[in-house]
């Protein structure tokens, strides 16, 4: 299951902005950056390059948009405050998604007035549409939902709030193997997230926030953490111990303890992000991710540790960087880099006349801006 292609319109910077994950080049190296699918093969494991303020993070927002109304998990509102392009404001967002879903094809498109306003929604399932609707446009078009199951569903609906996709799923007998329900799944299984200097954030994926001590202490994982820490060169001791007022937390081991959170570097805690983010992973597997400025505290060898991680998942993963080390051959493809410029996003592979070998320097092409011209 996976994301084939997304298209967000008026949405912040983006008056148009359209990304494909099915367009594959026949290269016969760094397999593992992609997926097998009934449909052919798709990119899973994304690398996306851009200068500051080209709408990397925005990008991801975007991307994440979904899960603001169609799933109960955790939000992150303070992101979709400025919605709609500012030179359109009044004209809707539009967003589309197209999945793949087992052996179905599914397309989920919506428009939306603000972040929390619907103004219309379709979805298609292998071409055929389930329902439409466009306030604007007065299109209210339920009468093929019986043909897809839904002959008893309750229907009493018209909630701009709420999506009917969501209705439709909640107020519905869905059987294991239904479409809608392994759409709902996969979007609430959805993870964003990255480490800032004023803190942790994610959005996705989980119903509720966790402290990253409470969660190490509890899944008794101390020791482990211990030796992630040191296999990604940060050579401490840890233990738990109790603070003046009785919670218990991670403390470096020294002849005086140092509380953990209060002093560690950012490097440290970027790592305990992901670290905290790997175990969870065992618990709840998602379905998408989206990592945000993965490496912006990382020394360039543990970036490459973690992009490997990243490959290792069977899921799509989505990391935005600006770190040109990892522009190798052995690492990555041409097809699997994005540059993210003047609105639009595009592999690297489209962006040159020249046909792109192994023995190509990656690294050495992006930077004498061979994929800018």
């Known amino acids: 299951m996976m994301l084939k292609r997304f298209e967000v319109s008026n949405f912040k910077q983006f008056n148009s902005l359209q990304w494909d994950f099915s367009k594959v080049r026949n290269y016969d190296f760094s397999m593992d950056c992609l997926a097998e699918s009934p449909s052919g093969k798709f990119i899973k494991t994304a690398l996306v390059?851009?200068?500051n303020s080209s709408g990397k993070s925005n990008l991801g927002f975007a991307l994440f948009d979904i899960v603001q109304h169609l799933v109960d998990k955790v939000k992150k509102t303070d992101a979709y405050t400025y919605y709609a392009n500012a030179d359109h404001p009044n004209d809707p967002v539009k967003f589309s998604y197209t999945f793949l879903l087992d052996d179905k094809e599914v397309v989920y498109s919506y428009s939306k007035s603000s972040s929390i306003e619907l103004t219309g929604e379709t979805l298609l399932i292998d071409g055929k549409e389930v329902f439409s609707w466009d306030e604007k446009e007065n299109i209210h078009s339920f009468e093929n939902l019986s043909s897809f199951g839904f002959?008893?569903?309750?229907?009493v609906y018209k909630d701009s709030k709420l999506s009917f996709l969501r209705y439709l799923a909640n107020n519905s007998p869905l059987p294991e193997n239904s479409t809608i329900r392994k759409l709902m799944d996969f979007v609430g299984s959805m993870l964003w997230f990255r480490r800032v200097d004023r803190g942790n954030s994610f959005m996705g994926l989980l119903s509720v926030t966790d402290h990253l001590d409470s969660f190490i202490i509890s899944h008794r994982l101390t020791d482990k953490f211990e030796k992630f820490l040191n296999d990604h060169d940060v050579n401490e001791r840890l233990k738990v111990a109790k603070s003046p007022d009785g919670r218990e937390g991670l403390y470096f081991a020294h002849k005086q303890a140092l509380p953990f959170f209060a002093v560690a570097s950012s490097g440290t805690l970027a790592l305990t992000v992901l670290f905290y983010w790997q175990?969870?992973?065992r618990i709840s597997k998602p379905s998408f991710?989206?990592?945000?400025e993965f490496d912006a505290f990382y020394h360039y060898e543990v970036a490459e540790k973690i992009f490997n991680l990243a490959k290792s998942l069977d899921i799509q993963c989505i990391l935005t960087t600006h770190n040109t080390n990892l522009l190798t051959h052995a690492n990555t493809r041409a097809d699997c880099c994005f540059l993210l410029r003047d609105e639009k996003i595009k592999p690297f592979s489209d962006l040159t006349e020249r046909e792109i070998r192994e023995?190509?320097?990656?690294?050495?092409?992006f930077l004498s801006h061979e994929f800018e011209r």
Not at 151 to 155: D, S
Request: aromatic residues 14%.
């Open 49 to 51: 390059y851009g200068r």
């Open 151 to 155: 002959e008893r569903l309750n229907f």
């Open 279 to 281: 175990e969870s992973l």
């Open 289 to 292: 991710i989206f990592m945000d």
């Open 359 to 365: 023995g190509n320097n990656l690294e050495k092409l």
